[in-house]
């Protein structure tokens, strides 16, 4: 046990250093910027019978989706199974289409992950900062370093499925070189 979390440890440290040595993903300021936005995230949820990657989770919400209640944030911490999926109904076979806009208070150059259980996809500025296709427990994603040119709102696009088991989201970000910290509630608007 003691190995297998030494190796998960030096493989996060790997996929963290690819991903800072790519060139930075430029980033651009919703446009207009939202005056006032409600603070978290809008979401629609779908409940096919199964969902096992990205592709199956769109298509699920397009057959049929409804409006769930909105997200506090991107801070939601592994469950135990049988506890529902975010603000969802269910606890498995959820998909999730989260939307809204996430606020960097300083321009600069930021690293990005997300922790999922199980597939996300999430998009800032209509760009591909992370992404997983296919089940796992609470894990990070790649990471990706993004340049913000400017503080203010980014729009804020993740497509997220659980599939069977516990569920988990969370979006992490830090300055360049410095390790990531869980994005606070007040972070995001829609």
Same mark, same amino acid.
């Given at each position: 046990?003691?190995?297998?979390?030494?190796?998960?440890? /030096?493989?996060?440290? =790997?996929?963290? #250093? *690819? @991903? &800072?040595?790519?060139?930075?993903?430029?980033?651009? $300021?919703?446009?207009?910027?939202?005056?006032?936005?409600?603070?978290?995230?809008?979401?629609?949820?779908?409940?096919?019978?199964? /969902?096992?990657?990205? =592709?199956?989770? #769109? *298509? @699920? &919400?397009?057959?049929?989706?409804?409006?769930?209640? $909105?997200?506090?944030?991107?801070?939601?911490?592994?469950?135990?199974?049988?506890?529902?999926?975010?603000?969802?109904?269910?606890?498995?076979?959820?998909?999730?289409?989260?939307?809204?806009?996430?606020?960097?208070?300083?321009?600069?150059?930021?690293?990005?992950?997300?922790?999922?259980?199980?597939?996300?996809?999430?998009?800032?500025?209509?760009?591909?900062?992370?992404?997983?296709?296919?089940?796992?427990?609470?894990?990070?994603?790649?990471?990706?370093?993004?340049?913000?040119?400017?503080?203010?709102?980014?729009?804020?696009?993740?497509?997220?499925?659980?599939?069977?088991?516990?569920?988990?989201?969370?979006?992490?970000?830090?300055?360049?070189?410095?390790?990531?910290?869980?994005?606070?509630?007040?972070?995001?608007?829609?």
């Amino acid at each position: 046990m003691r190995l297998a979390k030494i190796a998960a440890t /030096v493989a996060i440290g =790997v996929i963290w #250093s *690819a @991903a &800072l040595h790519a060139a930075p993903i430029k980033l651009k $300021p919703a446009n207009p910027q939202p005056s006032n936005p409600k603070p978290g995230l809008s979401v629609r949820y779908a409940y096919p019978e199964d /969902v096992k990657n990205l =592709v199956d989770a #769109s *298509a @699920a &919400l397009k057959q049929k989706s409804k409006a769930g209640r $909105p997200l506090a944030g991107l801070d939601h911490r592994d469950t135990n199974e049988g506890q529902k999926t975010l603000t969802s109904d269910r606890a498995m076979h959820v998909v999730a289409r989260i939307t809204g806009y996430v606020r960097f208070n300083a321009p600069g150059t930021y690293s990005i992950d997300f922790l999922s259980n199980d597939g996300v996809r999430a998009k800032i500025n209509g760009k591909v900062v992370a992404e997983f296709n296919g089940r796992q427990p609470c894990e990070p994603t790649f990471g990706s370093e993004v340049e913000v040119p400017s503080a203010g709102w980014y729009d804020l696009d993740v497509l997220y499925f659980q599939r069977l088991g516990s569920a988990c989201l969370h979006m992490r970000s830090a300055p360049a070189g410095k390790s990531p910290k869980w994005m606070p509630n007040s972070a995001f608007g829609h």
